[in-house]
């Protein structure tokens, strides 16, 4: 009886729960039925007012309201107008940068019979390694072609085919294509008896696809060559690049080679995306990007021992074997010429890395295990805003070594309250010292509140007596200095990232690693410094990269959202071990005012250090406030007295040009323009 009775309740239950979603099902599909109706009529009421006189008439006005919004926008992201026109500016001369890059820059007839009757020293055949899956048949011929056109002939082409059966014209493509330069070396015994080989095109049928790693692995069996190149199945060589090469590892003795590139669409490689000029080799900017990618050419010996891709990383392969193979190498050499074209299509990573997502996963794998390799432990690496495959990496600080911050200071009350001030509030570094180092102030304010800091044990206060010499100034700071790590710090910042000493501690901690500089705002959040190219400005001796954009701009490239190799940084926040500032001597006195942070850095990288930028230990800086311009009067004569022996100095340097800034930018700008002919 009590079951039957459960039973009815169930049922009843379940009746109730019915009509319940019944009624709602029916309200839910009237009021789609009604947003039906209501989107009929929205739409045929707009179709009425752009079929209207009005709509027709206001047409300029509202294409003018829509580029108040995008210049709007552009401010916002570049700072100020000055900013938007640079970037305009910047974009005008990059179209036609493109032309000079693109077919233009192929050789003429004469030059290319020249470069293929260049007698070379050494005697290196390359062994070019496509791994083949299912390519489109005009992608598979435009790769081959531009092979077949290299201008140095004693190359090897290997074709490793993981194709499907629906894809079988990938194999005849490949078969006509051994046939068509086997009868061109017979036209050319002279090419026939250098390459050894009936055709340099070598073709193998794979039993079944193995993924990126497994056919690359399979054409590097296939190869013969003493040099191996990678390149993808669906882009563009420049027909020189083989030359231009062979010059560099004959010349240079490099084991390890790449160039610069450019992403293209369509069918021609005019049709120009992106254009990656880069930096010479740059161990902390691989690390948090992989910047070389293509074409990477290097010595087999370097292979001796390892593998060329390891399928645990594929999507990010060639990141690993690049990490891997550089530290490796000799002697690896970029040659900053626009010679791989990089074609970007529907599921293609250059068009974008969500295409194949766990390309992100085997990128920071390819980074933790070459960290590993090299002794790091405990760090982290994450993703940041410009790319997933552009990386933040948290180095692990050993021990607690105290830090000491020296400080010059005149006068400037206000000044060297805010920074101190932002020191002792925001740091959540706690083993340091404030080292102030007192020149010549005059005001009652200045000392009241040096009486006030001597009362915080953390903070002294020494005084030089003598004309304004900043480089003396902070010897003499450095001298006195207890820590391990000494930071130089303008009067005129202020803290803005809580770990900012961490940040530039974790790089100043490593063994190659000597001055390290954070980034730098203006109080109105433009950039003032983001790392220093020498040879760059009016005055040909140094100046800052990205100066004057907006704080949230990504910077060419990301060039803005990692850490990065660069020549030198600014003294305005500047880490380095004390033990290597005594090395080089510290600040060269003879550089009074200007020019001094950027020749001790030189000085640094001289001593065999890295010197490194970290866009994740943030301050502002109130540039000039404690000493004013140097842009006119005795100030401006006493600049150009200092920037003369700087170039006298280091001469040879600023001739070879700055390694981390690419020579094919403008000197005469500081947001990576690029050079016209």
């Not at 239950?13 to 979603?21: I, L």
Request: glycine share 6%; hydrophobic share 35%.
């Amino acid at each position: 009886m009590e079951t039957n009775q459960n039973q009815e309740e169930s049922l009843q239950y379940y009746k109730e729960a019915y009509e319940r979603e019944r009624q709602k099902r029916n309200m839910l599909v009237g009021k789609l039925a009604d947003a039906e109706v209501r989107v009929a009529e929205l739409e045929d009421n707009l179709n009425r007012i752009k079929g209207s006189a009005f709509w027709r008439m206001s047409k300029p006005l509202r294409a003018f309201v829509h580029w108040t919004i995008r210049t709007k926008e552009r401010i916002s992201r570049y700072g100020n107008v000055k900013g938007v026109l640079r970037k305009l500016d910047a974009k005008r001369i990059e179209k036609k940068a493109q032309i000079q890059h693109g077919t233009e820059s192929f050789p003429n007839a004469e030059e290319a019979k020249k470069q293929r009757e260049t007698v070379f020293s050494k005697k290196i055949k390359i062994s070019i390694l496509v791994p083949l899956y299912n390519t489109p048949k005009e992608f598979l011929t435009q790769a081959i072609d531009s092979v077949m056109a290299q201008t140095y002939e004693n190359w090897e082409l290997c074709l490793a085919d993981g194709s499907d059966a629906e894809h079988s014209y990938v194999e005849q493509v490949c078969k006509e294509y051994m046939e068509r330069d086997s009868k061109y070396l017979q036209e050319h015994p002279e090419i026939g008896r250098l390459v050894k080989t009936q055709s340099r095109i070598v073709y193998k049928k794979l039993e079944k696809n193995t993924g990126i790693s497994g056919n690359t692995n399979e054409c590097l069996s296939m190869a013969t060559g003493e040099y191996i190149g990678l390149f993808d199945h669906d882009d563009i060589l420049h027909p020189a690049v083989l030359y231009e090469y062979m010059k560099v590892i004959c010349e240079q003795d490099a084991d390890y080679i790449y160039c610069d590139e450019t992403t293209f669409h369509g069918n021609s490689i005019d049709n120009m995306i992106t254009l990656h000029f880069k930096p010479d080799f740059a161990i902390d900017n691989l690390r948090a990007n992989n910047y070389i990618c293509h074409f990477s050419v290097f010595d087999r010996k370097l292979l001796e021992g390892t593998e060329l891709f390891r399928s645990q990383f594929d999507g990010s392969q060639d990141h690993d074997m690049i990490l891997r193979l550089t530290t490796r190498a000799r002697n690896v050499v970029h040659i900053p010429k626009l010679l791989y074209y990089w074609r970007s299509h529907k599921g293609s990573v250059a068009s974008d890395i969500n295409a194949k997502s766990y390309a992100i996963d085997a990128a920071k794998g390819a980074v933790a295990d070459h960290l590993r390799c090299q002794g790091f432990e405990n760090f982290e690496i994450s993703s940041t805003k410009a790319f997933e495959t552009i990386f933040r990496i948290k180095y692990e600080i050993q021990g607690n070594p105290k830090v000491s911050i020296v400080i010059p200071n005149k006068d400037h009350f206000e000044d060297l309250k805010r920074c101190v001030s932002s020191i002792l509030e925001k740091s959540s570094y706690d083993n340091y010292e404030i080292i102030i180092v007192e020149n010549n102030s005059t005001t009652n304010e200045i000392f009241k509140y040096y009486d006030e800091l001597r009362q915080n044990p953390q903070i002294h206060i020494i005084e030089y007596v003598g004309e304004f010499n900043y480089s003396r100034i902070n010897n003499m700071g450095v001298a006195a200095a207890t820590g391990e790590y000494v930071l130089l710090l303008n009067n005129d910042t202020e803290v803005i990232t809580l770990d900012w000493i961490e940040e530039l501690l974790m790089y100043a901690q490593r063994e190659d690693v000597g001055a390290v500089g954070a980034k730098l705002y203006y109080e109105d959040k433009t950039i003032q410094h983001a790392g220093v190219v020498i040879g760059l400005g009016a005055h040909r001796t140094a100046g800052h990269t990205h100066y004057r954009v907006s704080y949230n701009n990504l910077g060419y490239m990301g060039r803005l959202c990692y850490a990065q190799n660069m020549t030198a940084v600014t003294g305005a926040c500047l880490m380095v071990k004390k033990a290597i500032y005594d090395e080089v001597g510290g600040l060269d006195e003879s550089f009074a005012v200007s020019l001094n942070d950027v020749d001790f850095c030189l000085k640094v990288r001289k001593a065999g250090y890295l010197n490194v930028f970290t866009p994740f230990a943030e301050l502002y800086h109130f540039e000039s406030i404690s000493r004013g311009l140097d842009d006119q009067g005795e100030k401006a004569a006493r600049y150009n007295e200092e920037s003369e022996r700087f170039r006298e100095k280091w001469k040879n340097e600023l001739k070879n040009g700055d390694p981390y800034y690419n020579p094919n930018f403008s000197l005469d700008r500081s947001d990576f323009a690029l050079k016209i002919d």
